[in-house]
C-alpha cells in the first residue's frame, strides 16, 4: 500500500505553495488543478439532488444574485469537502495573517479550522457555509462577496465539477478588483475538479508609494449552453 493511499485527495500539489502564494499576492487567485477527481465531481453532481444533505436551497433570482440556484450543505459536510477545507485551511491561515498584517487589520487566524470555526460559534455564526450551486442555460452569479457576519476569512475556493466545453459553454469564473479608479476583470480558466482561491474581500496591493487596499469580487458569467455545477468552500460559518 503507497503511503498516499491514506491521503484523503488526489493530487493536492501542496509541494508548490510557494507559487500559490505568489499567484495569490500578484492577483488575488490561484489555481488548485485537479483537487476532486472526475468521479468524485460526478459524486458532488449526484448529491445535489440529495435534500437531507442540505441546511437550505436559495434560488438566485429572488434575491438578485443573478439566475440560478445553490444549496448550502447541512453540517456534517461530506468527507471529501470537510477534509478539503481541514488540510487547505492551515496554508490560507498563513496568508490571510500575512496580508492583514499588511493592510493594517489586528485580526488574525488560528493554524487550525477547528478553532477558527469555534471563534465563530461563539459569535453567533453557527451555520455552514460551503455550498453547491447548479446553473442552467442563461444562469449567471453576479459579482458578489461572501460575508456572512462579524468574522470573515479572507479566503475562499470554488471547485468546479463540470467539464468545460462538454457539460457547458460560457460560465466562467470571474473575478474584478477595484483600485482607487479603475475596475479591472480577471477570467479564471478552470477545468473540471480544479479549485480556486481566491479573496473573499480586500487584498493588499503595493501601490506606488505605499500598500493600498483592493476591493475583490467574484461571479460566474452567463452560461451559454448546458449545464454547470461547482462547489464552494467558505471557511466562516454564517449568523
Ligand atoms: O459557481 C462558481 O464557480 C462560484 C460560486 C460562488 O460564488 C462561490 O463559490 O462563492
Ligand atoms: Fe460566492
Redesign the pocket.
Known sequence: MSTNSHKSMPALHLQDWASIEKSLDAGGNAVLPDLLTSAQCEELVVMYSQEERYRSRVVMARHGFGLGE?KYFAYPLPDMLAKLRDELYPHLAIVANRWNQLMGNGMRYPANLHTFIERCHAAGQTRPTP?I?K?GEGDY?CL?Q?LYGEHVFPL???I?LARPGEDFTG?E?VMTERGSSQLRADVVP?KQGDG?IFTVYQRPTQGRRSMRKVAMR???SKIRSGS?H?????FHDAH
Open positions: 445553490y455550498l450551486l446553473y452569479n458578489h461572501d475562499q475556493i470554488a468546479l460560465g469564473f478552470l480556486v467574484h461571479g460566474v454547470r461547482a462547489v464552494g468552500l467558505i
